[in-house]
């Protein structure tokens, strides 16, 4: 049996070398990138404590998971000072990974195809019908169906802007969404192990993957493809504002000089003389 972290403990120890070392090794960006990627971080964090406080607030105050005697120090609505934490350092760990793989925000033709998007609204709005029925019918699925719900209007919103966007692009937003998840599940997995949060048996499915509840698996990866997505629709939607002053095409023609300046015309040869 490992030794019972606290929250800030675990912190220490889990989440902010890895902050530090993806800072360290962050790409060194041209001023403008730079302060859109910066901006970009910034906003999510800060929906990440609108969006996410409410939800995490309630499935505490009904008992999906709790934490163990003396491993919280601070708590506000019910969520520790170390669960808030947690909610910017996600968000950060997944923008500076996101941005070491790399991706391209440059707008291009048929990113605004109205398929991809109506596609992805569809496909949010029946998460949220889905996982409203899945709280209905057991208990058992509090978490999961609660999850679900929870992250369908933020899958249909992020597809109904950039959904074209996004379905040319689907090895940028899946790798830098595994990559961070992968390493949150086995932090959260030894969390789980040492004691510092326990989950409910009632309140969840039972199914577990080498330990860990499937539904912590679903969480990190929905909370990091939702930073993802974020994150490089915000750069994207910059760039298509960037692009909509700019003459393209034909019309960029008419604003560039002529490569070959008009010639004054030679005069004209003089008759030859009559005899």
Known sequence: ??????????????????????????????????????AGIAILVAIAYLYTTPWISYMIRQGTWWYADGAVLVRA???PLGEYLFFAIQTVVTGFALHLIGFDPTFREGDFDRA??????VAGLAMVVVGLRLVTLDPSYLYLGGLIAWVGPVVALQWAVGGGYLVRTPRVWVAA????????????????EMGTWQLSTELTTGVAVLGLPIEEMLFFASAGVMTVNGLVLFEWVLDWNDRRGRPT?????????????DRDPEPESADPLDD
Do not use: C, K
Not at 116 to 121: D, N
Not at 177 to 192: E, H, N
């Open 177 to 192: 969404t595994l990559v961070p998840a992968a390493y949150f599940w086995i932090a959260d997995r030894i969390a789980i």
């Open 116 to 121: 991809p998007r109506i596609a992805g609204v």
């Open 77 to 79: 609505l019910s969520i």
């Open 1 to 38: 049996m490992l030794p019972t972290l606290t929250y800030l403990q675990f912190h220490l120890v889990f989440s902010l070398p890895v902050v530090a070392a993806l800072w360290y090794l962050a790409p060194r960006y041209d001023r403008l990138r730079r302060r859109r990627a910066t």
């Open 249 to 261: 095409g034909a019309a960029a023609d008419a604003f560039e000089p002529d490569a070959t300046p």
